[in-house]
């Protein structure tokens, strides 16, 4: 039986795309059959991050409306065989989800993977809803900077009253944080929202805390989840986040400033 | 420059903890959501008894639900003219 996860956020340009390629990544490396799965109809961006983007034939929306079988839409990731992307349609809207049209394709995909991921656009509306609506766990994504904490507030509402398990009646969806650009220096300097400070307002368990870093950048420049980057601070931080999504009890790192010599503090640096 | 900074940072306590004091009141205030979806209409009744015996002008009258544990409050705000 296959998990499905969703990573979400309500506010955009927090990273969803970026988790949800590097835990999808992190997942297959620890040899789990994964798929990942892109709402964001119209805006498609998860092939891109991914590297992919060429070779996208056929996609989600083809796949529910009946013009191509998962099997021709889904793209083998080139790197790791146990990973596959489903690519969001770029030329319909987000009318063509539909829950009936969602439920059946990951059922069917529930089939042959053990974790589906499901990447969500952003804001609140129908590609939003659809993607955590069948979902067992979320990844809440979240920057330490107000419109963030507010979005995500909203977003864990949504979660806990408008999803599959809200309406039957199950046991809830498994809500996690996940900060990200994060940065311990300003954070030091009181300019920036502590973790202890988000995880006040939001009540979420931690899954994770990613550093800002440059290295996030240039992996999306070259088509390669970062979490592939194991020399820098972000990618490590992944893998750390994957390993405590699967049990694994991870201190967290990259939390506190990196220490300066005394010629650095005067200087600058 | 580094040395100038690390003594103006002394006296500036950053603007972390205003982002969390304003967050704090803002989640909250999201989480009660909009109140019952009478508020609108009972505010305009209770505009109109009070209109017959005090000239009051129609923004002069709020009427809001708060809660506080598992108890709502519901608070009735009118701001009577100048004698």
Same mark, same amino acid.
């Given at each position: 039986m296959a998990r499905i996860i969703v990573v979400t956020s309500g506010k955009g340009g927090v990273g969803k795309?970026?988790?949800?390629?590097?835990?999808? %990544?992190?997942?297959? /490396?620890?040899?789990? =059959?994964? &798929? &990942? @799965?892109?709402?964001?109809?119209? !805006?498609?961006?998860?092939? !891109? &991050? %991914? $590297?992919?983007? =060429?070779? *996208?034939v056929f996609d989600f929306v083809n796949v529910i409306q009946?013009?191509?079988?998962?099997?021709?839409?889904?793209?083998?990731?080139?790197?790791?065989?146990k990973l596959f992307i489903l690519a969001a349609s770029q030329t319909r809207d987000k009318d063509a989800?539909?829950?009936? $049209?969602?439920g059946k394709v990951l059922e069917e995909l529930a089939q042959d993977f053990d974790y589906i991921v499901c990447d969500s656009p952003a804001g609140i509306e129908k590609g939003a809803t659809l993607a955590m609506y069948f979902a067992d766990d979320a990844i809440v994504v979240t920057n330490?900077?107000?419109?963030?904490?507010?979005?995500?507030?909203?977003?864990? $509402?949504?979660l806990?009253?408008?999803?599959?398990?809200?309406?039957?009646?199950?046991?809830? @969806?498994? /809500?996690? !944080?996940l900060v990200t650009r994060y940065s311990p220096e300003r954070v030091a300097r009181g300019e920036m929202l502590?973790?202890?400070? *988000?995880? /006040?307002? !939001?009540?979420?368990?931690?899954?994770?805390v990613i550093p800002e870093?440059?290295?996030?950048?240039?992996?999306?420049?070259?088509?390669?989840p970062v979490?592939?980057?194991?020399?820098?601070?972000?990618?490590?931080?992944?893998?750390?986040?994957?390993? =405590?999504?699967?049990?694994? /009890?991870?201190?967290?790192?990259?939390?506190?400033?990196?220490?300066?010599?005394?010629?650095?503090r005067l200087f600058g640096g | 420059m580094a040395l100038l900074d690390f003594f103006k940072q002394k006296r500036n306590t950053g603007s972390a903890s205003l982002a969390k004091e304003r967050l704090q009141i803002l989640v909250a205030h999201d989480r009660a959501g909009p109140g019952p979806s009478y508020l609108p209409q009972l505010q305009r009744d209770l505009l109109q008894v009070i209109r017959k015996y005090v000239a009051v002008d129609p923004d002069a009258i709020s009427v809001q639900v708060e809660h506080e544990g598992n108890q709502e409050i519901l608070e009735l705000n009118i701001v009577l003219p100048e004698a």
């Amino acid at each position: 039986m296959a998990r499905i996860i969703v990573v979400t956020s309500g506010k955009g340009g927090v990273g969803k795309t970026t988790t949800s390629a590097a835990f999808a %990544m992190g997942l297959a /490396e620890r040899g789990h =059959r994964t &798929v &990942v @799965i892109d709402f964001d109809v119209g !805006l498609r961006n998860l092939d !891109l &991050v %991914m $590297g992919c983007e =060429r070779r *996208v034939v056929f996609d989600f929306v083809n796949v529910i409306q009946g013009e191509a079988r998962l099997g021709q839409a889904l793209i083998k990731d080139k790197r790791n065989p146990k990973l596959f992307i489903l690519a969001a349609s770029q030329t319909r809207d987000k009318d063509a989800l539909s829950v009936e $049209g969602v439920g059946k394709v990951l059922e069917e995909l529930a089939q042959d993977f053990d974790y589906i991921v499901c990447d969500s656009p952003a804001g609140i509306e129908k590609g939003a809803t659809l993607a955590m609506y069948f979902a067992d766990d979320a990844i809440v994504v979240t920057n330490p900077e107000v419109s963030s904490v507010r979005d995500s507030d909203r977003m864990i $509402g949504i979660l806990s009253s408008k999803s599959r398990r809200a309406e039957q009646n199950l046991e809830p @969806i498994n /809500e996690r !944080l996940l900060v990200t650009r994060y940065s311990p220096e300003r954070v030091a300097r009181g300019e920036m929202l502590s973790l202890e400070d *988000v995880r /006040e307002i !939001l009540a979420l368990d931690l899954l994770g805390v990613i550093p800002e870093s440059g290295s996030v950048l240039n992996a999306s420049n070259s088509g390669v989840p970062v979490i592939l980057d194991q020399e820098s601070n972000a990618g490590q931080a992944y893998s750390d986040m994957v390993d =405590r999504y699967l049990g694994g /009890e991870l201190p967290h790192r990259f939390i506190t400033p990196e220490k300066k010599g005394l010629l650095g503090r005067l200087f600058g640096g | 420059m580094a040395l100038l900074d690390f003594f103006k940072q002394k006296r500036n306590t950053g603007s972390a903890s205003l982002a969390k004091e304003r967050l704090q009141i803002l989640v909250a205030h999201d989480r009660a959501g909009p109140g019952p979806s009478y508020l609108p209409q009972l505010q305009r009744d209770l505009l109109q008894v009070i209109r017959k015996y005090v000239a009051v002008d129609p923004d002069a009258i709020s009427v809001q639900v708060e809660h506080e544990g598992n108890q709502e409050i519901l608070e009735l705000n009118i701001v009577l003219p100048e004698a």
